[in-house]
C-alpha cells in the first residue's frame, strides 16, 4: 500500500538531502520535512567549551530556518508542495514523537556511516537506528 504522508528528517547532512530528493522521486503524496533543534545540556557546556544556552539555540534555530530555506528551492524546482516542521528536542524521540501525533505512514532519512570510523558511525548512526528499530512505520534509510 502507498503511504499517504512521509515523513523525512532533514539535518544539512547530504544524504538527509538524498533522503528528500529520494521520497520526492519516489512517493506521490504529502511530504514534511522534519528538522529538530537539539538542546545542549549543561554538562556538554562545562568548562566554556560551548556558548551560553540561549545562543545556542538560537544559532540553531536559525540553522532551521536555512534548512528551511532550502527545502523552499527544492519545491520550486520539483513543482511541488512540501511541508516543513521544526521541533525542539532529542532527534530519535522527537521523529516518532512526530510520525505518532501527525499520522506518518512512512519515514525516508538519511543514515550515516561508511568512511568515518567507528566512533562516527557510532555517534552518527545513532538517531537511524533508533528510528529503524522503534518505529510504528516502515523506514526507509538512503545511504
Excluded at 18 to 37: Q, W
Excluded at 63 to 76: C, G, I, K, M, P
Amino acid at each position: 500500500m502507498a503511504p499517504s504522508h512521509v515523513l523525512v528528517p532533514l539535518d544539512g547532512s547530504p544524504l538527509a538531502s538524498e533522503a528528500l530528493a529520494h521520497a520526492l522521486d519516489t512517493f506521490d503524496c504529502r511530504i514534511t520535512v522534519l528538522n529538530v533543534v537539539t538542546p545542549v545540556d549543561a554538562a556538554m557546556s562545562e568548562g566554556g567549551v560551548l556558548g551560553a544556552g540561549d545562543e545556542r539555540l538560537a544559532a540553531a534555530r536559525e540553522r532551521a530556518a536555512r534548512l528551511t530555506e532550502s527545502v523552499r528551492d527544492q519545491e520550486a524546482a520539483r513543482d511541488r508542495p512540501i511541508e516543513t516542521a521544526v521541533e525542539t528536542g532529542d532527534p530519535a524521540e522527537t521523529i516518532l514523537d512526530y510520525v505518532e501525533a501527525h499520522d506518518v505512514d512512512h519515514v525516508v532519512m538519511g543514515g550515516h556511516g561508511g568512511d568515518g570510523g567507528e566512533f562516527t558511525r557510532r555517534l552518527l548512526g545513532t538517531v537511524a537506528t533508533v528510528v529503524v528499530a522503534e518505529a510504528p512505520v516502515t523506514v526507509t534509510v538512503v545511504r
